[in-house]
T-cell receptor, first 115, second 117 residues
Framework: DGGITQSPKYLFRKEGQNVTLSCEQN?????MYWYRQDPGQGLRLIYY???????QKGDIAEGYSVSREKKESFPLTVTSAQKNPTAFYLC??????????????FGDGTRLSIL | AQKVTQAQTEISVVEKEDVTLDCVYE???????LFWYKQPPSGELVFLIR??????QNEISGRYSWNFQKSTSSFNFTITASQVVDSAVYFC??????????????FGQGTRLTINP
């Protein structure tokens, strides 16, 4: 079945360590997104990408980095510069070409905690 | 700036009761889209409905219905005859004009709905 796969489901980070969250989609969607969810809060956009080799900062990009080398993949790196990384991270994708208002489809999320 | 407000942080009802989740939005765009998503305990967001700013017809899908009122900038969601499986966090979201093709969604804070047997 088509969908979005995020891995790992749980991730622990040590002080000063960079960690990478994986997001893969087989929906043939053009755009991909990374969101952060904190308890009792809505989702906040970290980065998004419309097309391969192109990505844009969202509202809370500081301390994060991304790459988009393949259409199917949009990994997110949480760097040591992100001082409060504990959160639930959700990846999403959507159709873009010629269509607006298409819903985003989400993965199951990765829960990141500090050791 | 765009903003979505879900004033109800948590709602708890007994099974079979009707429940309405409120969503109020702010935008200066004339063309925009509103969404509702469900987040069950497993974590993924499940798309429920999309409504564009030019279509104010209410919509019903089984036990779910949505009331879009531009005059009050609201897009409320009603579950009729609630069931325990409806327990989840529900998010309302807003999307305006496309920026470079990708669609930036602005989410409300979410409403945690608990249906008690």
């Amino acid at each position: 079945d088509g969908g979005i796969t995020q891995s790992p489901k749980y991730l622990f980070r040590k002080e000063g360590q960079n960690v990478t969250l994986s997001c893969e989609q087989n929906l043939n969607h053009d755009a991909m997104y990374w969101y952060r969810q904190d308890p009792g809060q809505g989702l906040r956009l970290i980065y998004y990408s419309q097309i391969v080799n192109d990505f844009q900062k969202g509202d809370i990009a500081e301390g994060y980095s991304v790459s988009r080398e393949k259409k199917e993949s949009f990994p997110l790196t949480v760097t040591s510069a992100q001082k409060n990384p504990t959160a639930f991270y959700l990846c999403a994708s959507s159709i873009v070409r010629g269509r607006i208002g298409q819903p985003q489809h989400f993965g199951d999320g990765t829960r990141l905690s500090i050791l | 700036a765009q903003k979505v407000t879900q004033a109800q942080t948590e709602i708890s009802v007994v099974e079979k009761e009707d429940v309405t989740l409120d969503c109020v939005y702010e935008t200066r765009d004339t063309t925009y889209y509103l969404f509702w998503y469900k987040q069950p305990p497993s974590g993924e967001l499940v798309f429920l409905i999309r409504r564009n700013s030019f279509d104010e017809q209410n919509e019903i899908s089984g036990r779910y219905s949505w009331n879009f009122q531009k005059s009050t900038s609201s897009f409320n969601f009603t579950i009729t005859a609630s069931q325990v499986v409806d327990s989840a966090v529900y998010f309302c979201a807003l999307s305006g004009l496309i920026i470079q093709g990708a669609q930036k969604l602005v989410f409300g804070q979410g409403t945690r709905l608990t249906i008690n047997p």
